[in-house]
């Protein structure tokens, strides 16, 4: 059997207005991501996490926002489509993990939602999957809830 691991970092600003669409799970907060659809910046990331460790193209290049099948699209189905690419090519996965810094939203009340949604797109049990909240102690560009950045990783195994 051989395992992969694969990284996802991604970033959008906050802005008044927006739907806070963070792991598929709409938040309560006055901002939300920046962005064509919705801006789910941990889906995204999640989406170059497994892309990438199954040795497949980053989320820009699978689906260009130039595309009409992909113009717009919930990042819901990107992840879905990444999923079944990913199986596709002979990989099951085996875990996910993320870090979301930001000091918009609070994510700690959310934890357990956001685990479960995304397990549920990614087909496997929510203790397979992690989600962290970080504050960013006031610093950088991001400071102030003015956006968030989100990293991920993921294993992979051969099936
Ligand atoms: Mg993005």
Redo the contacts with the bound molecule.
Sequence with gaps: MSMRVGLGF?L?RLEEGRPCVLGGVTLPHPTGPA?HSD?D?VL?ALTDAVTGAAGLDDIGTLFPDDDPRWKDADSAALFGEAIRLVHAAGWALVNLDVVIATEGPRIKPHRPAMRARIAELAGVDAGAVNVKGKTLEGMGALAGGAGVAVQAVCLLESV
Aim: charge should be negative.
């Design positions: 991604d959008h962005g801006g910046a995204h």
